[in-house]
C-alpha cells in the first residue's frame, strides 16, 4: 500500500473526483451505511461506474464492475472508501474486485469501520492488486462525516440549524416564526434533513410549532419515499408530551417518536449510535436546546439562515447562553457562506 500526497498523477485525482460525485448520487438514500462512489477505468477511459444506492442492495464497486463487464480485466478502479472485507449482507468488495480482474485500486480513504479498518486492503494487496490510498481523502470524507466519525469516537457528527434575523431573532415574543426566512432556505433545510439519520428537537418547539420533521422535498434527485425517515427525538425533561394517537401534535401522533426525559444529552448522542445507527444528527429547536448543545461543546457545525430582517428586541433569541465576559464567549470559524434567495447561509465550526 502506497500513501501519496496532492502533488500525485492528476489523473489519479481527475478519476477519484468522477467516484466522488457518483457517491453522491447515494448521499439521501444510503444512511446508515456511507456513501461510497467507483469507477473503472481501462487506458484512461471511464468503463464502468456506480454508486451506493441504500441499505442491503450491492455496493458501488459491484455496479461499477457490472457496468464495466470483461473490460475491468487489467483495469485499475477508484473507490472513495476502502472496499469491505467482510460479508454483511452483501459479499465482500474486496473479494469482488480481486474476482474482476483489476490490477490496481485507488481508494480515497480506510473504512475506520472496525470490520473493515485496512483488511480491505490487506485483501487486495494479497491477492497481487497494486494499491494507492489517499486520493483526494478530504473531499471524499466530506460526504460521509456522521458515519466516519461514529465508526471512530461512537459519536455522531451534529449540525444545529438556526433560521435567524439580523438582529439574530428567531421569532416574535408571540412565538410567531414562519416564515423568516424564504422558500430557497427552506429547501435548503430539506437537504440537510435527508442526510440526517435522527432530528432532534424540543418540547417547547413541538409545542408552539407542531412541526412535521419531515422530509418532503421533490429536489433532492429521488423520491421523499426513497429517502430513510429521520429518527425524530423530543427533549421533554417534563414529560408534557407522549405518543398519542388522537393528539394535536403532528409528532406525538407517531409510533417512532423518541422521547428523551434526560438531562445528559451526551448519553443521548451515544444512545442513537449505539442502538439506532443514528450518525449524522440535526437540531431543529429552540434557544434553550441549542444553547444547552452548543455551552456543552456537542455541536460539530453550526448552519445559520440569516435572513435580511430585524425582528427587535422583544423577539425570541437564537441561542440561550450567558457568557460572563468575552472570555467566555462561543467563538466560530466560517467555514463557508452563500446566497440562498434572499437570505445568507453561514456554515460554521467551533474554535
Known amino acids: 500500500m502506497s500513501n501519496i500526497n496532492h502533488s500525485q498523477d492528476a489523473k489519479d485525482r481527475y478519476f477519484m473526483m468522477l467516484a466522488i460525485e457518483q457517491a453522491k448520487l447515494g448521499l439521501y438514500s444510503t444512511r446508515p451505511n456511507p456513501a461510497v462512489g467507483c469507477v473503472i477505468v481501462q487506458a484512461e477511459e471511464v468503463v464502468g461506474q456506480g454508486f451506493h444506492p441504500k ?5 458501488a464497486e459491484v455496479f461499477a464492475l457490472k457496468d464495466a463487464g470483461i473490460r475491468a480485466v487489467g483495469a485499475t478502479a477508484y473507490v472513495t472508501l476502502e472496499p469491505c472485507s467482510h460479508t454483511g449482507r452483501t459479499p465482500p468488495c474486496a473479494k469482488a474486485l480481486i474476482e474482476s480482474g483489476v490490477i490496481r485500486v485507488v481508494v480515497a480513504g480506510l473504512d475506520p469501520n472496525p470490520q473493515v479498518a485496512g483488511r480491505g486492503v490487506r485483501l487486495l494487496e494479497q491477492a497481487g492488486i497494486e494499491v494507492t490510498v489517499g486520493i483526494l481523502t478530504a473531499q471524499a470524507e466530506v460526504l460521509n462525516k456522521g458515519f466516519l466519525k461514529a465508526m471512530r469516537t461512537q459519536m455522531p457528527y ?11 431573532r428567531t421569532a416574535m415574543a408571540t412565538g410567531e416564526s414562519k416564515w423568516i426566512t424564504g422558500p430557497a432556505a427552506r429547501e435548503d433545510v430539506q437537504k440537510l434533513r ?22 418532503r422535498s421533490s429536489q433532492l434527485g429521488i423520491a421523499p419515499e426513497q429517502v430513510p425517515h429521520p429518527k425524530v427525538v423530543i427533549l421533554d425533561r417534563r414529560e408534557r408530551l407522549q405518543y398519542n394517537l388522537q393528539s394535536d401534535y403532528q409528532l406525538c401522533r407517531r ?10 444529552l451526551t448519553e443521548l448522542l ?9 450518525y449524522d444528527v440535526l437540531i431543529e429547536a429552540g434557544a434553550s436546546v441549542a444553547g444547552s448543545f452548543l455551552q456543552q461543546q456537542l455541536v460539530d457545525e453550526l448552519i445559520v439562515y440569516q435572513a435580511p430582517c430585524l425582528l427587535g428586541q422583544q423577539a425570541r433569541s437564537m441561542v440561550d447562553i450567558n457568557p460572563l465576559s468575552l472570555a467566555q464567549q462561543l467563538r466560530f470559524d466560517i467555514k463557508r457562506y452563500e446566497q440562498l434567495g434572499s437570505d445568507m447561509k453561514l456554515t460554521l465550526m467551533p474554535v
Not at 55 to 59: I, K, N, R, T
Not at 255 to 264: A, G, K, P
Not at 270 to 278: A, F
Request: hydrophobic content about 35%; proline content about 4%.
Open 270 to 278: 451515544k444512545v442513537l449510535v449505539s442502538e439506532y445507527q443514528c
Open 158 to 168: 451534529v449540525r444545529l440549524k438556526i433560521a435567524t434575523s439580523l438582529d439574530g
Open 255 to 264: 409510533t417512532d417518536i423518541l422521547y428523551w426525559r434526560d438531562d445528559n
Open 55 to 59: 441499505v442491503g442492495q450491492p455496493h
Open 194 to 215: 435527508a442526510q440526517s439519520g435522527a432530528i432532534i428537537t424540543g418540547s417547547e418547539t413541538v409545542i408552539v410549532d407542531n412541526p412535521q420533521l419531515n422530509v
